[in-house]
Each structure stands twice: as structure tokens, then as C-alpha cells.
């Protein structure tokens, strides 16, 4: 957890969702599949369970950078950090993104405001899912790997269809 920062925690351990809100995947087993290049939560592991971590593929501690073949999907599907901060993503008490906001949602952290705005830029990446099942077969996880890996970013297992 950022330094001076602290949270109450009103829902059960993922449970009580938005009704608009489904994830297909808990931080946990995004971490285990491989996300952001193995780059988020390290330097705050203390605050999730240490569970999420133990099969989590994690770049290496003390090393700069990502590693895109940590990713499911061997890519590279994120932007910088500076981007997403000059596009006005970033919520100040998450400065590490929207993963932060689900890590902490899904502990059961509800700020209505927040949720609300961050829920609809998760249900925005749904175009993402009408792509890939137009331009790819059934099955074939390796088609558009950037949006399938995009998709698993924000929740979503694009290798259900």
C-alpha cells in the first residue's frame, strides 16, 4: 500500500459485486496467467493475501523494466504509466491503475464514485470481445494476442470464446 494511505474495507473477499460488474477472473489468477509483464503489486505484496503470489508470474525484484513474455499471451499490451496518468485514468488514491482499483475492489474496498467510473471503463473493453469473435476461430487463443492479452488485463478470459 502507498505510503500514508488506508482503506476500509465494506464486503466480503470477492463477493458483492456491482450488478454491472463480472469479472472472469480474480486478481489472483490474473497474476498466475501472467499480466503487465509481471510488473504490478510487487513493492506491495503485504497488502493482498500472500496466496495471489505464490504461482504469480512476477518479473524479477530490482530489475527495471517488464517482461512481456511473463504475459499469457507473450506480448506486450500496455501503455506506460505516464500515459495513462496525462489521460486522466489514474484515480489519486490508485496510482497504479485500474488493476490496483479491481486488487482493492475485489478485498472489498467500495468507493461509489470510483467503482462506478472504473466499472465503465471495464465494460468499455467488451468491443475488444466482438473483435476477436469476428476475426478469429473458436479456439484459437493465439489469434490477436495483443487484444486477448489487453482483455486479460481488465479481467476478461478471451480464451472462453
Not at 512476477?58 to 505516464?82: C, I, R, W, Y
Request: proline share 7%; charged share 30%.
Amino acid at each position: 500500500m502507498q505510503k500514508g494511505y488506508a482503506y476500509d474495507c465494506s464486503a466480503p473477499v470477492g463477493r458483492n459485486f456491482a450488478v454491472d460488474f463480472k469479472p472472469d477472473l480474480s486478481p489472483k489468477e490474473m497474476l498466475i496467467l501472467g499480466v503487465f509483464g509481471g510488473r504490478y503489486l510487487r513493492d506491495c505484496r503485504a497488502e493482498y493475501p500472500a496466496s495471489w503470489f505464490n504461482s504469480a508470474k512476477l518479473h524479477p525484484e530490482g530489475m527495471p523494466g517488464h517482461s512481456k513474455d511473463l504475459n499469457l499471451f507473450g506480448v506486450d499490451a500496455s501503455q506506460p504509466l505516464k500515459v495513462w496518468q496525462e489521460k486522466g485514468w489514474i484515480y489519486k488514491d490508485d496510482p497504479r491503475g485500474w488493476f490496483e482499483w479491481y486488487c482493492r475492489y475485489y478485498m472489498g474496498r467500495r468507493l461509489p464514485d470510483e467503482d462506478t467510473r472504473q466499472i465503465k471503463r471495464w465494460r468499455m473493453m467488451r468491443r475488444h470481445i466482438m473483435q476477436i469473435r469476428n476475426h478469429c476461430r473458436p479456439g484459437d487463443i493465439f489469434c490477436r494476442p495483443r487484444q486477448r492479452q489487453a482483455l486479460l488485463h481488465w479481467a476478461y478470459d478471451s480464451r472462453k470464446f
